[in-house]
T-cell receptor, first 113, second 115 residues
Framework: RKEVEQDPGPFNVPEGATVAFNCTYSNSASQSFFWYRQDCRKEPKLLMSVYSSGNEDGRFTAQLNRASQYISLLIRDSKLSDSATYLCVVNPGLYSSASKIIFGSGTRLSIRP | NAGVTQTPKFQVLKTGQSMTLQCAQDMNHNSMYWYRQDPGMGLRLIYYSASEGTTDKGEVPNGYNVSRLNKREFSLRLESAAPSQTSVYFC??????????????FGDGTRLSIL
């Protein structure tokens, strides 16, 4: 099993829809989690952190489920500009080395008009 | 603000050639990183530097060397390029080395092809 797994997609949804995708991680001791967004042929950009209590930023909600070892990203009222690849990132320890940070391979989201 | 600037943006090399990828950030960040991204795979850390004068190996350091010239600049060198090093390379920086040392700002990337 990969340390961080994401459904590669693509998720193809109409504008205005709500879409959610998950990311599973294998190390139960993992401490911190993040979502990055990467547009086609562009650099990744930090989207949001994922806290145990959940995290909401506008139309985006990130959740952590420690029991089942996954994080999720929900996008409400999706916009054409939300089309991108969403990368899940897991840091095994709060003070661990940068070399332990694991990037998922990403879930591609395509919003159609 | 320029943020993180990488040069060159594209490069084609022949096997065995050497080259240096340059990276500079103007945000006064302590930590800098070099990642490679290959199709179907997540970003993989090559080297990182928690502060000026220090460098550490990441997940895939073989075939690469780095130099943290000063706080602003972090270069990546391929001494003898191999086709397996064909990839997109990203430099990144972050404000702090700790808790956790997540790359916050990425450069535009360098698309490198080794023939």
């Amino acid at each position: 099993r990969k340390e961080v797994e994401q459904d590669p997609g693509p998720f193809n949804v109409p504008e205005g829809a709500t879409v959610a995708f998950n990311c599973t991680y294998s190390n139960s001791a993992s401490q911190s989690f993040f979502w990055y967004r990467q547009d086609c042929r562009k650099e990744p950009k930090l989207l949001m952190s994922v806290y145990s209590s959940g995290n909401e930023d506008g139309r985006f909600t990130a959740q952590l489920n420690r029991a089942s070892q996954y994080i999720s990203l929900l996008i409400r009222d999706s916009k054409l500009s939300d089309s991108a690849t969403y990368l899940c990132v897991v840091n095994p320890g709060l003070y661990s080395s940068a070399s332990k940070i694991i990037f998922g391979s990403g879930t591609r989201l395509s919003i159609r008009p | 603000n320029a943020g993180v600037t990488q040069t060159p943006k594209f490069q084609v090399l022949k096997t065995g050639q050497s080259m240096t990828l340059q990276c500079a950030q103007d945000m006064n960040h302590n930590s800098m990183y070099w990642y490679r991204q290959d199709p179907g795979m997540g970003l993989r850390l090559i080297y990182y530097s928690a502060s000026e004068g220090t460098t550490d190996k990441g997940e895939v350091p073989n075939g690469y060397n780095v130099s943290r010239l000063n706080k602003r600049e972090f270069s990546l060198r391929l001494e003898s390029a191999a086709p397996s090093q064909t990839s997109v390379y990203f430099c990144a920086s972050s404000e702090s080395a700790g808790a956790p040392p997540m790359p916050q700002h990425f450069g535009d990337g360098t698309r490198l092809s080794i023939l």
